[in-house]
């Protein structure tokens, strides 16, 4: 509490953890800022996206959906496993970009694609760079983001900005 108490400004990306602090600390709210996180505004060729596409072995045929986030236990990432299974369409797939620290859950994951017969329709990517995020976002038919809690996540907003139709968890 001391550093928060002398702090000339906190600034969070987060509007709940401000009213938190608030709350908690009696923090006054003039010492706190929100600025929320920013989205790249950033286009590419068409060239550009071929070979993207090209680079990554990626169908332009199919049909993906796609997460981006961490693979951790909070983002219920295997929800999306159980609905691609549900979901018999066979050129529908799955990209999962995002990489994790969790070995248990990154484990579970590949272990249930296995299982749930998904291997051919489950595309891991493993942590992607910021510049790529857009390539792949324009790529998918739809965005989905099962997390069991989120404040404002920049991958639904890049989603959006991408023109990918965005599903949310409540």
Not at 7 to 34: C, H, P, W
Not at 46 to 52: A, C, G, S, T
């Amino acid at each position: 509490y001391l550093p928060l108490k002398f702090a000339a400004r906190i600034v969070s990306v987060n509007e709940t953890f401000i009213s938190g602090l608030q709350e908690m600390y009696g923090l006054k709210r003039d010492r706190l800022e929100l600025i929320p996180n920013g989205i790249s505004l950033r286009e590419f060729s068409l060239e550009e996206y071929e070979q993207f596409l090209a680079q990554n072995n990626l169908d332009s045929d199919a049909t993906y959906l796609i997460y981006v986030g961490s693979l951790i236990p909070r983002k219920r990432v295997e929800l999306l496993l159980e609905l691609l299974a549900k979901l018999t369409q066979t050129k529908l797939k799955l990209i999962l970009c995002g990489g994790g620290d969790d070995i248990t859950y990154l484990m579970m994951l590949r272990q249930k694609v296995l299982e749930l017969d998904l291997a051919s329709r489950v595309i891991f990517t493993g942590r992607v760079a910021p510049n790529q995020i857009p390539l792949y976002l324009k790529l998918a038919w739809a965005f989905i983001l099962p997390s069991k809690s989120e404040g404002r996540p920049n991958s639904a907003l890049e989603a959006m900005r991408s023109g990918t139709p965005v599903f949310l968890s409540d």
